[in-house]
C-alpha cells in the first residue's frame, strides 16, 4: 500500500520552472525602474509642462499595465505555466477590459447628445 501511495505522489509532482534569487531580484529593478520613471513623470515632468496631462494619463495607463503583467507573469508564475492556460486567463481579462471601455465610451456619447 506504501509503494503505491508513493508512485501516485510522484506522478503528479512534475518539474516546474522556479524563480531564482536572480530573477526575483531583475524583476525588483524592472519594476523599480517603471515606478521611479512615473514618480519622474508626476513630480518633475508635468509640473514644468514638458508634456500635456492627456499624454501622461495615457503614459501611466501603459506604465501601470507594463508593471501588472510583470507581477502576473513572474510573482504569480503564469510564465511558468503552459500557453493554453496563459491565453485562457488573458484573453477574457483583455475582452472585458475592451468591452468596459467600449460601454463607457458610448455612454458618455449618449449622455452628451441628449443633453
Known sequence: MSAHETTISHEHHEEHASMTKSLIWKV???LLGVTLVEFF???YALPHH???QEIANFVYI???IVKAAYIVAYFMHLKFEKIGLIIGVVLPIVFLVYFVALMIIEGNHLLFSIK
Open 28 to 30: 525588483f529593478f524592472i
Open 41 to 43: 513623470i508626476a513630480l
Open 50 to 52: 514638458w508634456f500635456s
Open 62 to 64: 501603459a506604465l501601470t
